[in-house]
């Protein structure tokens, strides 16, 4: 991982230039599951442009309903395609800026690295007393276990045991405090420089789930931001894309 950075710094002062004379700040909504990706990024920003971002992390659904309530974002980085679609289309985004960033894998996984088999046989076990998800109304991860759960034919089975987190985040502390034996969590959530930091994972196929394809967007707000155009600038640059590949998303 540091290896990346290191490579993704160089080329973003290629792309950037050095570090500016004067800072801006951006405020960025951000979808749960890529808490860890934009902390390495936030840092490649700063040290390469002088430009810093505040990051309010959450699910997609919740963060979405607070941009149209007026929260003061300038950048909005979410966990589908839908909600910025809809941002645009209500007139809150800066025409032409929405891309993908990012497409996201769900994986099943315990904190026990023997409690996960491959094939996710698990779900099955009547040893198994608690699962986690997100909540399928405001976070896609949580939708996507849903789908999950109706292809395997499993949902009524694990409806009683289901524990549900109002985030993607929410849901992987679950599972990592033990208040879940097992959780459908983000696999960006439980890799560190492309392997498993712990436990034991399914890397659920992606034909059990609809494609989370995860859009960014800048804001009416931000569209004069320096900062947050540096951001959206560096999100696209081919190293930093190498990074988000190492948390286990496609692009």
Known sequence: MKTLHRVALLFAVMVTGAP???????????????????????????KTT????????GATGALSTQIKNGAPFDVFLAADDKRPAMLEKEGLTAP????????GRLVLWSVDPAKVDDQGEILKSPQ?????????KTAPYGAAAMQVMDKLGLADVLKPKLVQGESIGQAYN????????????AMSQVLAGGRLKEGS???????HYDTIRQDAVVLK???HNEAALALVRLLQSPNIKDLIRSYGYDL
């Open 128 to 136: 198994v007393r608690k699962v986690a998800f997100a909540n399928p």
């Open 50 to 57: 002088g430009h810093s971002i505040k990051v309010s992390l």
């Open 20 to 46: 500016t004379s004067w800072a801006a700040q951006a405020q960025v909504a951000v979808a749960a599951n890529f808490t860890e990706p934009i902390k390495a990024i936030a840092a490649v920003l700063e």
């Open 174 to 185: 679950f599972v990592k405090t033990g208040n879940a034996d097992i959780g459908f969590v």
């Open 96 to 103: 032409g800026t929405r891309f993908t960033y990012a497409t």
């Open 201 to 207: 994972m399914w890397v659920i196929p992606q034909t």
């Open 221 to 223: 707000r931000g569209q």
